[in-house]
């Protein structure tokens, strides 16, 4: 893995935390962008080389609306680098972690990504991205 590419935080309501976090920050969010499979709204904010994903539920079945009836506003997961998602997965199935979708999905900020199961993960949720290459 090459680096934490991004910290996601699960937000009820996206505007009001867009504001927070351009104040925290002293930046505005660069993109908002829908994921309608996941049921989930983000915006992006970069901090020097470190980016912030704000999510918002845009449906009550949705992972993100679940995460927040469980457990409330927060970090929702920690999501690192890969250049080969493939070979990632096949490496961390070797180790014995559990992949929770072993086929990459399209993800928000043109990226293909692979969760892995936060129990095998001390409790965190663990997202893998790969840089989707155009053509």
Not at 52 to 65: G, M, Q
Request: charged share 30%.
């Amino acid at each position: 893995m090459d680096k934490i590419e991004h910290i996601g935080i699960a937000v009820k309501d996206l505007e009001a935390s867009n504001a927070l976090f351009e104040k925290l920050l002293g930046v505005s969010h660069y993109k908002i962008e829908e994921v309608a499979s996941e049921g989930v709204k983000t915006s992006f904010f970069k901090s020097g080389p470190n980016k912030v994903e704000l999510l918002e539920a845009t449906r009550p079945d949705s992972p993100i609306a679940k995460f927040l009836e469980k457990r409330g506003e927060g970090v929702h997961h920690i999501a690192f680098a890969v250049d080969d998602i493939l070979a990632e997965i096949k490496r961390l199935k070797g180790e014995g972690f559990i992949i929770l979708n072993e086929t990459p999905k399209k993800g928000a900020d043109n990226k293909l990504v692979v969760f892995l199961h936060p129990k095998g993960t001390n409790g965190v949720l663990i997202e893998l991205c790969q840089e989707i290459k155009e053509g």
